[in-house]
């Protein structure tokens, strides 16, 4: 590729990229990939080479996320197949330099002599279609507790007194002093070291 003088445009195809990767280490593959889509950097003059277009193919499913990423991270056009001949989509990922990548979807089937046929949209038969036949499923048929109250249960909460609420009833008892119960004084004789005086509380303290 270095000694090529020839500046018409050309496309490198590699049939599969997952035998490669795993045949020779990654980041040994992305240099590769790295050099022959910039053959000036071998000529070190771009001026009578032409940018050269690498295309691979490469099985998802077979390899990690890291070499995945690190592909990823080279190329400037991502197309993801997925689907089967008759009902298959294409997912497009387009990068450029100092632009926001753009994503788009493609429909398209497979035809019995290996041609596309292209659709606007998914198909018909794998749309999901509402069946009017069939009644609306209650979500609360079948649950382990009642989400309302009946009028006997709402009357038996409205009635219940929890335990930090205080009532006057409840106030008066515990301040009312019962038969048989003794009542307890407090005799309490200040010391030459108490300081009574609220004005200066500390002037005790030696600071």
Not at 97 to 103: A, G, H, I, Y
Not at 129 to 139: E, G, K, L, R
Request: aromatic share 6%; net charge negative.
């Amino acid at each position: 590729m270095c000694k090529r003088t020839d500046t018409s445009p050309i496309t490198i195809a590699f049939d599969s990229l997952s035998w490669l990767l795993l045949h020779l280490p990654c980041t040994t593959l992305c240099q590769t990939l790295h050099a022959l889509s910039h053959p000036d950097s071998c000529l070190g003059d771009s001026s009578s080479v032409q940018r050269v277009r690498v295309l691979g193919l490469l099985h998802e499913e077979l390899h990690g996320p890291g070499p995945m990423g690190a592909l990823s991270s080279l190329a400037q056009t991502e197309v993801t197949l997925s689907g089967k001949m008759g009902q298959a989509s294409v997912h497009i990922l387009y990068r450029r330099p100092q632009q926001r990548p753009t994503f788009q979807t493609q429909w398209f089937s497979i035809l019995p002599d290996f041609s596309l046929d292209l659709h606007e949209g998914p198909p018909l038969e794998s749309q999901p279609h509402p069946d009017s036949h069939t009644p609306p499923v209650d979500p609360t048929t079948h649950l382990t507790f009642n989400l309302h109250l009946s009028k006997k249960e709402r009357e038996a909460r409205d009635s219940l007194t929890l335990p930090f609420q205080f009532s006057s009833e409840k106030q008066q008892a515990l301040l009312r002093s019962g038969p048989g119960q003794t009542t307890s004084h407090i005799f309490y004789e200040p010391d030459v070291y108490d300081d009574l005086d609220q004005e200066d509380p500390d002037d005790d303290l030696d600071i």
